[in-house]
């Protein structure tokens, strides 16, 4: 099956500090890649919807300028959280869409733990 | 509007079987797909219903009505491996997955 990669795994910042998570999709294309956070005990809430070449569509109530997409090419995607918080410490995860397959399914990435000090 | 629906929290014996319900609203409608999250990882892909019935995939089988709304995910043969949170999430007509909140499974020996 399609494999998505995320860097880093888990990552511990300063307050202050911004941090870049990477997701790659490692055998398959992806034109339209998504990140969620998911916070303990809580469902995945989407954050953004990123297409290869144009801008990032943001779900209502996430900061654009605080967390910055690029979606450079068909198998790369990066978040950026700028200027992070202790609040902004979550699980993010990118998923990313494989037009080929039957379902049009969306195949995650293993996720990246961010703790904010 | 668009909304769906699944029971917080569910307890099983090791050995049994379980089902789990998902109900949903929406205007436009391509599939439902159910997923596995174990603690402290990514959902992983179980089935993906977007025609009425019922799909079966080894332990596990999923059905759908469309006209009523409303999936499950039938695990069979439990094992303590299973316990963890089962999403179900319908795709919409512009392809974007609407999630429920999870259901908890926790399995019993």
Known sequence: GAVVSQHPSWVICKSGTSVKIECRSLDFQATTMFWYRQFPKQSLMLMATSNEGSKATYEQGVEKDKFLINHASLTLSTLTVTSAHPEDSSFYICSARDVASSYNEQFFGPGTRLTVL | ?109
């Open chain 2, 1 to 109: 509007g668009q909304n769906i629906d699944q029971p917080t929290e569910m307890t099983a014996t090791e050995g049994a079987i379980v089902q789990i319900n998902c109900t949903y609203q929406t205007s436009g409608f391509n599939g439902l797909f159910w997923y596995q999250q174990h603690a402290g990882e990514a959902p992983t892909f179980l089935s993906y219903n977007v025609l009425d019935g019922l799909e079966e995939k080894g332990r596990f089988s999923s059905f759908l009505s469309r006209s009523k709304g409303y999936s499950y995910l039938l695990l069979k043969e439990l094992q303590m491996k299973d316990s963890a949170s089962y999403l179900c999430a319908f795709m919409d007509s512009n392809y974007q997955l609407i999630w429920g909140a999870g259901t908890k499974l926790i399995i019993k020996p």
